[in-house]
């Protein structure tokens, strides 16, 4: 469910001090299960979307700052077409990554490949959709990165309409609010609450520290239990 759009969101860089070019810089060295198991240790267990939304390009990686569209499936033609879905796009600015929650609609294709050339033109780094894209060979060949749970040749037109931007939504399971650092990798896409970023990135930092002295110890052949009993890393 949405909320009403946010007048007082600002896009302004992120966040506790940081730069978005230093958030990407510190999360690029990590990967998203070390940050999901940050999350999980913060008692955020509930920030990564399922196993279905997958990167439709090979182009994997992708941190930017959440902007969000609240979809809804339709079964009329609207006076003016994806005039929501537009304006918010059009609001896009440097570091942006759009996240398109459809509610479970999987009629159509609410995501393509000039939607993903107008978003890149405005600086935004990528999508992540918990429907359907289309134009999927296209899309690879941008350097775009888009994450959805499949494939469609249906146009959203008169299925699937865009009915709020910049507000909280509900994507794939995960709460999600404008602002929130969106990351992703091959592995899937976690969503990295504002709040929670200081934090998020000192334990994943330091497990990531602890996991390489790990992989050391299991290269000399110890036994695993006797290495997790001694670092509580695995």
């Known amino acids: 469910m949405s909320t009403p759009v946010n007048p007082e969101f600002s896009k302004e860089p992120v966040t506790d001090g ?24 913060l008692g955020f267990r509930r920030q990564a979307f399922s196993h279905r939304v997958r990167p439709i390009s090979k182009a994997t990686q992708l941190i930017g700052t959440a902007r969000t569209l609240d979809s809804r499936a339709v079964d009329y033609l609207p006076e003016k077409p994806y005039e929501k879905e537009l304006e918010a796009l059009d609001t896009l ?13 999987l009629s159509a294709a609410v995501w393509g ?22 134009d999927a060979a296209r899309i690879g060949d941008l350097n775009f990165p888009v994450f ?8 959203s ?68 239990a006797e290495v997790f009993a001694e670092h509580g890393i695995l």
């Open 18 to 41: 940081l730069s978005l070019d230093e958030i990407t810089s510190r999360i690029g060295r990590l990967y998203t299960a070390v940050v999901c198991d940050a999350l999980d240790s």
């Open 113 to 134: 490949e000039l939607l993903s050339v107008a978003s890149a033109a405005k600086g935004a780094r990528g999508a992540v959709s918990d429907g359907l894209t289309r």
């Open 157 to 224: 037109l008169g299925r699937s309409e865009v009915i709020a931007y910049d507000v909280r939504i509900e994507c794939d399971g995960v709460t999600v609010e404008p602002g929130d650092i969106v990351f992703c990798d091959y592995d899937g896409v976690v969503i990295i609450p504002r709040r929670a970023l200081l934090d998020t990135l000192a334990r994943a930092e330091y497990k990531v520290g602890r996991e390489e002295i790990v992989e050391q110890e299991f290269r000399k052949g110890r036994k695993i």
């Open 148 to 155: 959805a749970q499949g494939v469609c040749s249906y146009d």
């Open 93 to 105: 600015s440097d570091g942006d990554v759009v996240v398109l929650a459809t509610n479970g609609d």
